[in-house]
């Protein structure tokens, strides 16, 4: 089965940093882009950004460029989102998923929470 | 960067009813590079439609994605109570990829 598992959800303060882990197994996780999708609260869906696990190559949306980090291991099939800095207003589920014709395989998402 | 609108904003209709939802981008989207996502509360999205029309694996065929250029739709011929849910446009491709912000369908 194919499966991207995400890492557990966090509470943080602000000013601090995060790391979010996305580990995939069932397929070769070095073919397929990987995304990350923020949703605040309430709200709709935000691309971050995408990074190819084979090469590391990654393109970030203008409104997260400098705010995030991505990274993947592929020695253990694992993509990483690193935020920074954290603010109240990073409060939200982190979502990655497979590029493959759209986002086709999801994890189950990451909820952040950030407050003092 | 591509800005996709969707309309309306919420779509209130019974089961056994047509949807037809729309999603506007303000310039052209080449290589049909256009895909169509379902949200229920509490879960991830689910991808439902692919390259405009292509229906994602194990999705029904009752849902439907048509259109070209900056004018696409996603159609429900026959809304199930399972179908109640926020369904999103995203085109990806290129550099910058976006989504809609979303229509809510509902009862």
């Known amino acids: 089965e194919v499966q991207l598992v995400q890492s557990g959800a966090e509470v943080k303060k602000p000013g601090e940093s995060l790391k979010i882990s996305c580990k995939g197994s069932g397929y070769s996780f070095t073919t397929y882009w990987i995304g990350w999708v923020r949703q605040m609260p309430g709200k709709g869906l935000e691309w971050m950004g995408i990074?190819?696990?084979?090469?590391?190559?990654?393109r970030y949306s203008p409104s997260f460029q400098g705010q995030v980090t991505m990274s993947a291991d592929k020695s253990i099939n694992t993509a990483y989102l690193q935020l920074i800095n954290l603010k109240a207003s990073d409060t939200a589920i982190y979502y990655c998923?497979?590029?493959?014709?759209?986002?086709?395989?999801w994890g189950q998402g990451t909820t952040v929470t950030v407050s003092s | 960067e591509i800005v996709l609108t969707q309309s309306p904003g919420t779509l209130s209709l019974s089961p056994g009813e047509r949807a037809t939802l729309s999603c506007r981008a303000s310039q052209s989207i080449s290589s049909n590079y256009l895909v169509w996502y379902q949200q229920k509360p509490g879960q991830a999205p689910r991808l439902l439609i692919y390259d405009v029309s292509s229906r994602a694996t194990g999705i029904p065929d009752r849902f439907s994605g048509s259109g070209s250029g900056t004018d696409f739709t996603l159609t429900i011929s026959r809304l199930e109570p399972e179908d109640f849910a926020v369904y999103f446009c995203?085109?990806?491709?290129?550099?910058?990829?976006?989504f809609g912000q979303g229509t809510k369908v509902e009862i």
């Open positions: 990074i190819h696990p084979g090469d590391s190559d990654t």
């Open positions: 995203q085109h990806y491709g290129g550099s910058v990829w976006t």
């Open positions: 998923a497979r590029q493959s014709g759209g986002l086709g395989v």
